[in-house]
C-alpha cells in the first residue's frame, strides 16, 4: 500500500519538488481532472500549499486583491520518492515565473521576442487609427455631411408646402365650378410633381457626395481596424505554437492541433492543470492525482468562486487538453458524469388525472435526456403513457434539484401549462439549506445572469449581457452554521437559485452541497416543493411534495 502524508520542504535540488511522506492511501488510477471532489491525497498536498501561500506571497509580493486558481499535482519520481508539484493559472503579480511554482509552458524569452515585435505594430496601428479617428478632416466630413442633410430636409420641406399651398388653391378652384381651368390646373399639379422628384433626385446627389466622402474616411480607418484585428489574430497564433506539450507517454503536439474547430479561448494552456501536466511529463514524473482552488488574499470572497474551495478544471479551455497530456495513464470516469441508477418506480407521483401529471423527481436523476443518457424524468413518463416522441414535461429541473415537475398528457393541457409557465403566471417555492447563517429574515434578490462561455454550465452575473433575473426568499430556520430558507423565483433561469445564493451581492451563502458554486456533499440540498397553477379544465391547483432533508 503506498501512502502519504507529514510534509517536510527538502528541497536543495528542485525547488518546485515538495517531498511527501508516507501515511495516505493513493489512488489505483488517475483521478479525472474534472472531478468536483479532488482525492484525500491530492487534498493533503492542497492543504500544505495553502499554509504556504502567506509566506510566499510576502516573499513575492503577490497583489492583496482579486483572487487566483493554484493547482497542486501530486507525483513520484524516479527513485520512488513522492511529492507535489504546485502551480497557478495565468500570471502572478504580473509575472509568469516565481520561485517554487512550475514555470508556464511556452518558452519566455521567444515569447517576449513575438510579443515585442507585434506590439510595436500593434500600437503603431493604434495610434494611426486613433489620430485618424480624431483628424480634423474627419470632423469636416462629418459636419458637411450633417448640413447637406439638414438643407436637403429643409428644402424639400419648403417646396412640400409650397405644393400644398397651390394645391389647396387648386382645390378651391375646382369648388367654384369654373370648368375652363381644369386642363390648366392638371398641367400645374404635374409640374409640381415634376418639381419635387427632381429636386429630391438633386438634393440626394449632393447628400450622397457628402456621404461618399465620409464614408471613403471612415472605410480607410475600419481598413486600418481590420489590419490590426489580422495582425492581433496572427499574432496570438505564433504565441500559441509556442505551446509544444508533452504527454504522459512522450509524446509532442503543438496546442493549436488540439482544438478540433481551430478556435483556442484566451488564455489556453495557461491554466494551473495544465501547467503542472506539462512540467511532470516532461520530467518522466509519475502522475498520481492533483486538484485545483481558489485562494483569495484575505479570505475575502469577490465573486462566485470561494476561498480555499475545490474546483475541477474547465472544460472550454483544459476539456480539449487533458486527454492528451494524460495519453497512455488510466484515467478513472469524472464522478458527476456518471448517472446513478433509480429503481424503476421513480420518478413517484404526486398527483395524476386524464390531462396532467405531476411527479416528484429525485436529485440526481436528469429532466430530459442528456447527450450521453437517456435516461431521465421524460423518457420514464413517455415509456409509461405510450407517448415517446411527444413532449410531456413543461418545465425543468437541475440534475441535482429534487421535487415537483410537472407533465401534459395531451396536447390541450401541454399548450395551456406552457402559456402560464411562459407568462410566469405559476407560483413556485424551492426549500433550500445555505452554507452559512443569514442576518435577514427575507428580502429580493435582482441579478442578471449569463453562461461562463469557457466553463459551461457554471453561470455569471453580468450587468452587461445576463438577463434579468429575481429570486425572492424567506428565512424559515437556522442553525448555529446553515440557514433554511424558502426561495420564490420570479425568473426562471439557468442556476438561478444556486448563484444568487452563492453570489456575495446576492446572500452569499451556496446552497449545501453546490459542487459549482460552493462545497460538494451528499447531495444538493434544493427541492422543489410548491407549484400553485390553473388547471386546463379552468380549476386554481396547488401541488406539495415535502423535501427529504
Known sequence: MRCIANFQCRCRCDCVFVPLDEVVELPKCFPSPFDNTPHPAARIAAEHLQSRLPELARRHDFPGDGGKMFGVLVVRRHSGQYGYLAGYSGMLAEKWCHDQFVPPIFDQPSREQILSSGERELEQFSDAIDSMSASRELRVLKRLLARAQ?????????LKHRNSERKRVRHEIRRSGDGSTEAMLALQSSDDRRELRALGKTLEDRVQRSRDAWLSARRRIEDLRQQRRELSRRLQSQLFEGYKLCAADGDRAVMNKLFSDGLLPGGAGDCAAAKLLHYANVRALELVCMAEFWWEPGGIQSGLRRHRCYYPACKSKCGPLMPFLLKGLVVAPAAQLLVPEFDPCEP??????DDIIAVSKPAGMLSVPGKSHSDSVEQRLAGRHGSTGQRMLIHRLDQATSGLLLAAKNRRAHKSLHKQFENRQISKR????????????DGQIDMPLRVDLEDRPRQLVCYEH??????GYEVVGRTDSTTRVHFYPFSGRTHQLRVHAAHPDGLGA??????????SATRLLLHAEYLRFRHPDGNMMELHDKPPF
Open 150 to 158: 439638414r438643407q436637403a430636409q429643409n428644402q424639400l420641406a419648403a
Open 348 to 353: 413517484g407521483i404526486i398527483y395524476e388525472d
Open 430 to 441: 424551492y426549500v433550500a439549506v445555505l452554507d452559512g447563517v443569514l442576518a435577514r429574515a
Open 466 to 471: 445576463g438577463r434579468q433575473a429575481s429570486t
Open 510 to 519: 451556496p446552497i449545501v452541497g453546490d459542487e459549482l458554486y460552493g462545497k
